[in-house]
Structures are given as structure tokens and as C-alpha cells.
């Protein structure tokens, strides 16, 4: 199956802008869907940006228009591009994998099965 590694999390000011990325190896990347989920301390796990096998995408209305998910096939790499930060996107951040359907997405967290260590974000 699926490894994942994220990274790219950091420190912003309100306003700023971070790129994360998720380094996949272990199985072939086109057979997954891929997202990005991420939680405060006290919440639950919620979808940010998802993105199907051939670039379908969805994203939680909290963050339209100002983050955009791309993927790198032949580098199996999958990126989080964060603009205009809020201090409410503040949480941990974790990319996820599932293995889809070609036109298959979902922002729902109990839909991927493989799961990132995660990386941090925090907007002060």
C-alpha cells in the first residue's frame, strides 16, 4: 500500500502564505485519490481539498479561493498551496490516500484508509 510523508508546515503571520507538500511511495499513486485534512486541538478531523485520480477537486468551503491542491505524478508528490492564512487554519495537517474509482473525490475523512504522520501549520 500507500506511504505517506508530509511536509512544508511552519509559522505565518495572518495573511501569509505556506505551500505543503506529500511525498507518496510504496504503490502506484494513480490508483489513489488524495487529500488534505487537517485538525485543531479539540476538533474533528476535517477535509480541506481533495483531488480524484484524473485532477477532479473539492474543497471545504472554508478555504476556497484561497487554497489550491495540485499533484506531481511523476514526482508522486501532492501539494497544498495556502494563501491569504487565517489564524483559524491553524491545526495539524494530514494528506491521505484512497484507492478510488477514476472519478471518484471525497472531503470525508472516514473515505481514505492511508493516512500521513502529519505536519503542522500555525497562523499568529
Known amino acids: 500500500h500507500v506511504q505517506l510523508v508530509e511536509s512544508g508546515g511552519g509559522s505565518v503571520e495572518p495573511g501569509g502564505s505556506l505551500r505543503l507538500s506529500c511525498a507518496a511511495s510504496?504503490?502506484?499513486?494513480?490508483?489513489?485519490?488524495l487529500g488534505w485534512f487537517r485538525q485543531a486541538p479539540g476538533k474533528e478531523r476535517e477535509g480541506v481539498a481533495s483531488?480524484?485520480?484524473?485532477?477532479?477537486?473539492r474543497y471545504a468551503d472554508s478555504v476556497k479561493g484561497r487554497f489550491t491542491i495540485s499533484k506531481d505524478n511523476a514526482k508522486t508528490t501532492l501539494y497544498l498551496e495556502m494563501n491569504t492564512l487565517k489564524p483559524e487554519d491553524t491545526a495539524m495537517y494530514y494528506c491521505?490516500?484512497?484507492?478510488?474509482?477514476?472519478?471518484?473525490?471525497?472531503?470525508?475523512?472516514?473515505?481514505?484508509?492511508?493516512w500521513g504522520q502529519g505536519t503542522q501549520v500555525t497562523v499568529s
Open positions: 483531488i480524484g485520480i484524473i485532477g477532479t477537486t
Open positions: 510504496g504503490d502506484t499513486v494513480n490508483r489513489y485519490a
Open positions: 491521505a490516500a484512497a484507492l478510488s474509482s477514476r472519478w471518484w473525490s471525497s472531503l470525508s475523512p472516514d473515505d481514505f484508509n492511508y
